[in-house]
């Protein structure tokens, strides 16, 4: 079946505002895009619909939601990024011309402003600008990136002293309104001798938040 929509877009696409879309916005986007948040509102189709091909291109960019680490570098807790079937997902509602559905599906109700990250307490902060070789073995529950601005790029790893190398994170043109402590999925522990190393602008570093 294929129905006009807005303006000159066909519909060719089963998926729709009230029933998948909606969904999607509201678990990841909403506790910024909403009234009174920190960027204009997109709880409703109306406000939604005209920024459709900017959503595909800011979800394709991972650019939005604003998170901060690159997938596959380190794993994280509350990891807000989205999932690939959930970028697919907007990519194919918006290509298939963006369609509202049945209102009837909507979700009763638009959670809530979005609540600042907690910041991880430890018993010690280990303060990295470019180079440290451990003196005596590390846990590290955590990161805490520190005076990046916007748009700008941090990149650390472990080399062990056998040789072998460990990522920890890397942060790629960052949003400051994203950043927060990252929290390890499984502490990473770096035995006695490793060479934990930074590359970022001038005047940040990385704080490894250790048992
Ligand atoms: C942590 C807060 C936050 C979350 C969560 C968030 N955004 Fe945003 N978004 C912003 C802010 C702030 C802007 C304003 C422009 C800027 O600073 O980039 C923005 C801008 C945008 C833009 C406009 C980009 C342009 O063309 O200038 C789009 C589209 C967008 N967001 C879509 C989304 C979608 C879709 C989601 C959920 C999948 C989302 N955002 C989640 C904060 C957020």
């Known amino acids: 079946m294929v129905t006009p929509a807005f303006g000159h877009d066909i519909v060719t696409t089963k998926l729709t505002w009230t029933q998948e879309v909606s969904r999607l ?8 895009h909403r009234e009174g948040g920190r960027a204009f509102s997109l709880t ?11 959503i595909r291109d800011e979800v394709l960019g991972r650019r939005m939601p ?19 079937p959930e970028i697919d997902m907007f990519v194919a509602w ?4 963006a369609p509202e559905g049945d209102p009837a599906l909507l979700p009763s109700h638009v959670p809530g402003a979005a609540t600042t990250p907690v910041a991880l307490s430890t018993r010690r902060v280990v ?19 520190a005076g990046l601005q916007d748009r700008q790029s941090l ?4 080399t ?26 499984t502490p990473v522990r770096l035995p006695r001798g490793t060479s934990v ?14 048992d």
Do not use: N
């Open 25 to 32: 916005v509201y678990k990841h986007c909403v506790s910024c």
């Open 44 to 54: 409703t189709y109306a406000e939604a619909r005209p920024w459709a091909k900017a």
């Open 66 to 84: 604003p998170w901060g680490p690159v997938k596959g570098v380190g794993e994280f807790h509350d990891d807000a990024s989205l999932s690939l």
């Open 94 to 97: 918006v290509e298939g011309g």
């Open 127 to 145: 303060d990295v600008a470019t180079s440290l070789t451990l003196s005596s073995p590390l846990t590290v529950q955590g990161l805490r990136p």
């Open 155 to 158: 990149e650390a790893w472990a």
């Open 160 to 185: 062990k002293p056998d040789g072998s190398v460990e990522r920890l994170i890397w942060l790629r043109d960052v949003r400051t309104m994203a950043l927060r402590d990252y929290r390890f999925r």
């Open 197 to 210: 190393q930074v590359t970022g602008p001038s005047g940040s570093s990385l704080k490894l938040l250790c």
